[in-house]
């Protein structure tokens, strides 16, 4: 059974700190598949994935992606696209004039100041116009291998819910975050939390009779609590009778799974 809120409410940083890499644990071996869910293979194509994705769902970007970096794969072309046919192509995200002129203004500025290419380093990607941190970060820890906290919505909510901090501010949260954990874990900290703020701890209906971490969770019983019904809460490849990723995750509270060869 969870602990109450209270016992969390006086816990030392110490214990916090302990208690954080629990939960990680356990979510790490619930996603150990956990990863960037936007298709890419350069850092030119993951930015403006991830600038595209503002609003709509990594779905919805990962298929017009094909045909925009098809049409203009170079930052230098990008620039140059006419508008009109970027917006055909980039209509099914919404608010496609509006991400047209991100692209095309940010590829200009990759071009006049990078020589087209994405810069590796975040205090450089955050002066490219719709580049913040959270963005900048996602760039870094994904095609360039570089440690960062990607603070979007589920992520903190997560470390709210969780109680590892009470600040919402996004750059306060990725440094409240930072200091709980070792540098090398930033990256699939980002990918796990988000994982599960998607697959199981929704926003509005958490499932929390199906959830790995219950047991360290000042917020347990914000969701459903009866592990059959949590189960039918479950998202993507948790949810039950869903094709599972390889490798799959761990067995679900009151499963027993066999996995055969």
């Known amino acids: 059974m969870p602990a109450s809120t209270a016992s969390y409410a006086a816990e030392s940083p110490v214990a916090r700190t302990r208690r954080a890499r629990r939960i990680y644990r356990a979510l790490f071996d ?3 598949y956990a990863h960037a869910e936007l298709d ?3 850092p ?3 930015l403006l994935a991830t600038v595209l994705s503002a609003q709509t769902t990594d779905v919805t970007v990962n298929k017009v992606t094909p045909t925009l970096f098809a049409r ?3 930052a230098e072309a990008l620039a140059a696209a006419d508008r009109t046919e970027m917006e055909e192509v980039l209509k ?5 004039r509006a991400k047209t ?5 940010l590829s200009q500025a990759l071009v006049d100041r990078f020589g087209g290419e994405v810069p590796p380093r975040l205090k450089d990607l955050v002066t490219l116009p719709g580049v913040g941190r959270k963005t900048a970060n996602v760039v870094l820890g994904n095609a360039f291998g570089v440690p960062g906290i990607t603070v979007d919505t589920h992520f903190g909510r997560l470390v709210r819910r969780f109680g590892w901090t ?3 501010d996004p750059v306060k949260v990725e440094h409240a975050i930072g200091a709980l954990f ?3 874990d930033w990256v699939m900290l980002s990918h796990v939390l988000i994982f599960h703020g998607r697959r199981t701890c929704h926003a509005r209906r958490p499932a929390c009779g199906a959830c790995p971490v219950a047991q360290w969770c000042p917020s347990y019983g914000e969701g459903e609590t009866d592990p059959a019904m949590a189960l039918k809460l479950l998202k993507y490849e948790l949810a039950p009778g869903a094709e599972l990723p390889d490798p799959p995750p761990g067995p679900l509270p009151g499963e027993q799974r066999v996995v055969t060869a």
Do not use: A, H
Request: charged residues 20%; neutral net charge; hydrophobic residues 30%.
């Open 166 to 168: 009470e600040e919402t």
């Open 92 to 96: 099914p995200t919404g608010f496609f």
């Open 40 to 42: 890419f293979e350069t």
């Open 72 to 74: 203009w794969p170079t």
């Open 30 to 32: 619930r996603y150990p």
């Open 182 to 184: 070792p540098r090398k």
């Open 44 to 46: 030119l194509q993951l």
């Open 101 to 105: 002129n991100s692209v095309i203004t």
